[in-house]
């Protein structure tokens, strides 16, 4: 199939109609310019080049674009934009506003779906005459003109889970990422390349502020904690997202606490304090010598082993790779392994001979020549060996930032590992040959040595004393779900004919808090208050839902006549910032439903962990007396277990238990 999905028929997409690059598409002029400074004015121009589509949402404006991926062997992806019109939304209220912290925002008018369909959720909403028309769209292999009837959608693209990319924007610029799924839930897309893509989009649309949910794992380990104590932020901190709003009453605050505790624990207090101290000494220990460098801490732990994870290949087959700390003998390698072992050791020992201090490389190559004529063997080897382990020794080398020459070094590091010791004739006899293995790191193995520092020492609970504010730490990390980016308001010049001002409205109700962002005008050197008086109605009404039906009326007192020029009563060039007093019509205006977050009127929050009136987005239990909601993890209702029918908070059970009993 050659384009987008048209549900009203077998038409064709036109050979005409272009292809654009996955890589570039979102880029200035791929496919638009981007030049306007509002939102919803860069999604129009970037939708002019979409195909239209018929139906694949019911009732709500729908269009496609077709991304090339791969070009050789031809791979394509198809994005899917759908427009949600408040009066077709069944949810009008975003519950994810209300997760991060936006409940205070005015519902919009309309919100945009942004769609990479997988496999499964394209199943679930279309169903194909031909099995070839799925795997031609989704399958890979060049774009076709198949004419396969499509029949129209089960259920609406918008409402389905488990995309491989899934963003929704509000028409006033602020979006959430509900999720990406990448190579290892079935995409033919990696992770990264899906937020590169996400992240040039919101650039280039201008978005304001985005947020998501990470809830990202990896072999049953949450990356949100696996990365904020190897890198002090979040997997998608590398674009920019950071914290946004914590579960449980977690606050900005109490997350960098936690994060510097746990990086800042000093890896000799867990090796002497931890229930797994034989097995934690030999992890440590061995990439303590991979480093080649001082492992303090618990953030510079999970930091090497994190970045050596990158650097190892995915191809577990491949040992003929070189890493440091082990020293392997390629199979296509000119000399036996038994002359590169005998050069290695007489390589030693001439550093066993310098007493430990630092020789040239041409000092070390003279002494070993008395023994191995091979110069070629011997190069060989002195280009290896750097930061190598020999039987009890580290081989190390490194330039003399004076002389600028190699220099080497042999280090006795049989300290550093735990003495494995057996019972012979009654004696305890040190047996340093079981080390040996330990140094051939494959992904299996540094990815076992990740889960297990993770399961005991980031997450279980069973230590004392300072051990145990780890795993207390790393719950208000996991807390932290919500993170926020905010995207950069492009600066706009004025010019000798135009003119920037910067408005915002408060309702009458509430005249100390501003209700919405500023909105960027650009008017006329010649524009009067009474024309931009009217400009902001216009714009805030066909932004704002509850504006628009109540008859939003503005007003600028700072103004003593409409007729009053804008220019001469603001500084020219400072882009200057009014807030417009709003009134709204009718006798019985609803305002808690015209805003995002709930109403507290109606709804009472008071939980131990200091949540008050917010929904935070995790489970919760209501006290069938006083009405009051509460976490369920924080009145010990496990998640495995339903909600009780009958639930008394703890306030409310005493009260019961001080009443006379009855006679």
């Given amino acids: 199939m050659s384009g987008g999905l048209d549900l009203t028929g077998c038409k064709k997409r036109k050979r005409s109609e272009r292809v654009y690059k996955f890589k570039t598409f979102g880029e200035h002029g791929c496919p638009a310019g981007f030049d306007s400074h509002n939102f919803e004015e860069n999604v129009r121009a970037f939708l002019e080049y979409a195909k239209p589509e018929n139906g694949l949402c019911g009732a709500m404006p729908s269009w496609s674009f077709q991304l090339e991926v791969h070009r050789h062997p031809p791979s394509y992806v198809f ?3 759908v427009e949600e019109p408040i009066e077709l939304s069944l949810n009008p209220k975003c519950k994810h506003c209300q997760y991060i912290g936006w409940g205070d925002h005015l519902i919009c008018n309309k919100k945009y779906h942004f769609v990479f369909p997988s496999k499964d959720t394209m199943a679930a909403c279309f169903s194909f005459c031909q099995r070839q028309s799925s795997s031609n769209l989704y399958g890979g292999g060049a774009a076709t003109n198949s004419t396969s009837e499509i029949q129209r959608p089960n259920v609406m693209m918008i409402e389905l889970e488990g995309h491989t990319m899934h963003g929704v924007f509000h028409c006033n610029g602020f979006g959430h990422l509900l999720c990406i799924n990448g190579l290892e839930s079935g995409s033919n897309l990696a992770g990264h390349h899906i937020m590169d893509f996400w992240d040039r989009l919101c650039t280039g649309l201008h978005a304001r502020s985005v947020s998501l949910k990470d809830s990202s794992e990896k072999r049953g380990m949450d990356l949100r904690l696996l990365y904020a104590v190897g890198y002090g932020e979040a997997w998608f901190g590398r674009w920019g997202y950071k914290f946004g709003h914590g579960s449980f009453a977690v606050n900005h605050q109490m997350y960098e606490t936690a994060v510097q505790t746990v990086q800042n624990i000093p890896l000799t207090l867990l090796a002497h304090h931890s229930p797994n101290q034989h097995e934690l000494l030999i992890i ?9 460098h001082s492992l303090g801490t618990l953030h510079d732990a999970f930091h090497f ?8 290949p995915k191809d577990e087959t491949n040992l003929g790779a070189c890493y440091p700390g082990l ?21 030693v020992e001439a550093l066993k001979r310098a007493d430990y201090r630092w020789v040239s490389r041409q000092q070390v190559r003279d002494a070993a020549r008395s023994y191995i004529g091979d110069t070629g063997l011997l190069d060989f080897v002195l280009k290896s060996l750097g930061n190598h382990i020999v039987g009890k020794y580290l081989v190390r080398r490194c330039l003399n930032p ?12 049989s300290n550093a590992f735990p003495k494995h010791e057996e019972i012979q004739g009654g004696v305890r006899v040190r047996n340093d040959s079981q080390m040996k293995p330990r140094y051939k790191i494959t992904r299996v193995q540094l990815m076992k040595d990740v ?15 300072v051990l145990a504010t780890i795993p207390a730490a790393s719950r208000v990390i996991l807390d932290a779900k919500y993170f926020l980016k905010d995207y950069t308001t492009p600066k706009l010049s004025e010019t000798s004919d135009k003119l920037v001002v910067w408005c915002a ?20 050197k010649g524009t009067t208050f009474d024309e931009l008086r009217l400009e902001v109605e216009k714009t805030f009404r066909e932004m704002y839902w509850g504006l628009r039906v109540n008859n939003f009326v503005a007003n600028l007192n700072i103004a003593p006549n409409g007729c009053d020029s804008v220019l001469e009563a603001i500084k020219e060039g400072s882009n200057c910032k009014l807030v417009f007093e709003g009134f709204v019509g009718g006798e019985n205006v609803d305002y808690g439903g015209m805003f995002e977050g709930i109403d507290k009127s109606s709804i009472i929050v008071d939980c131990p962990c200091g949540t008050r009136d ?50």
């Fill in 79 to 81: 994005l899917f934009v």
């Fill in 284 to 292: 440590l220990s061995r990439y303590q010598i991979l480093s080649g």
């Fill in 305 to 312: 082993m994190l970045e050596l994870k990158s650097r190892i």
């Fill in 327 to 347: 020293l392997v003998v390629d199979s296509t390698c000119r000399w036996s392994p038994k002359r590169v072992e005998m050069a290695i050791r007489v390589i």
């Fill in 402 to 413: 004076v002389t600028k020459v190699l220099e080497y070094c042999l280090e006795d590091i």
């Fill in 451 to 465: 889960q297990f520092l993770y399961k005991h020492i980031l997450t279980e609970e069973n230590g004392a004393g």
């Fill in 505 to 524: 409205i408060k309702l009458g109700f509430d005249q100390e808090r501003v209700v919405t962002p500023y909105e960027c005008m650009v008017l006329g």
């Fill in 614 to 663: 917010e929904d935070d987005g995790e489970r919760m239990v209501c006290c069938d007396i006083c009405e009051v909601w509460q976490h369920t993890r924080c009145v010990h209702i496990p998640n495995n277990q339903p909600i009780p029918d009958i639930f008394l908070c703890t306030k409310c059970e005493q009260h019961i238990l001080r009443f006379p009993s009855l006679p």
